[in-house]
């Protein structure tokens, strides 16, 4: 090995000496609600994320030379709403609910067709909720997106009264408890949604229980095509 060899690798050993030196903490970092594998870290005082926390956050980013380029924001839509986000099987916890999707399926009852989701919900207060005063809206909060983009409501039929107003909407949860259901939307769609989401309403917990939510977007979004 020639000397300007040993010179290049002794500079890259000292590089990183300086930079593991000047990380003065690392951070664990969640995105949407979802743990990331990648730290954060604090240099000199300051908090530093890593590009691809921007970019699951719908930020483009992109390094030219000695730039890194920033632009754009999520696309507005149901889709891109900002919520905490989970996969398939993982409780998500907006400080008011827990909640998960286990399964997605077809369904055909009575000549109506669709999608129906498993899912959870459990009361994470020391108080006794009644879920439409709580967060919960009315069906219409409810959406199914799929993989070219497009979303679907949940509509206010009798499969909608059923799985998500009378098991949901209208229960009273007492502290520690749940209940489950299948929430049931009519669709002519063949190929299975990605996602579910679900809107919360953020006044009426507070006006009501003097509660307020630990998440700032305290919606949530079920990726119903990966599994935990």
């Known amino acids: 090995m020639n000397n300007r060899r040993i010179l290049a690798w002794l500079g890259v050993g000292v590089l990183g000496l300086v930079l593991a030196q000047a990380v003065q903490r690392q951070l664990n970092l969640v995105v949407n609600g979802q743990a990331q594998s990648s730290k954060a870290i604090v240099v000199g005082g300051q908090t530093y994320v890593p590009v ?6 719908g930020v483009t980013a992109s390094v030219s030379g000695n730039t890194v380029n920033l632009s754009g924001s999520p696309v507005a839509g149901a889709d891109q709403r900002a919520s905490l986000e989970g ?21 055909d009852e009575n000549g109506l067709k669709g999608w129906a989701i498993d899912f959870e919900v459990r009361n994470a207060t020391p108080k006794t909720l009644e879920a439409w005063n709580a967060g919960f809206k009315d069906p ?30 209208n229960a009273v949860i007492p502290q520690g408890a749940g209940v489950t259901t299948k929430l049931k939307f009519t669709s002519s769609r063949t190929d299975a949604p990605t996602k579910l989401l679900i809107e919360m309403d953020t006044n009426s917990i507070k006006q009501k229980y003097n509660l307020a939510f630990s998440a700032p977007n305290p919606s949530l979004r079920f990726k119903l095509d990966c599994s935990r």
């Open 52 to 57: 691809s926390a921007l970019r699951a956050l």
């Open 87 to 107: 996969c398939l099987n993982e409780w998500l916890n907006n400080g008011i609910w827990r909640a998960r999707a286990t399964k997605v399926e077809a369904f």
């Open 140 to 169: 219409s909060s409810l959406t199914l997106a799929f993989a070219d983009g497009t979303t679907q409501r949940m509509e206010g039929n009798a499969l909608a009264r059923e799985s998500y107003e009378a098991k949901i909407y």
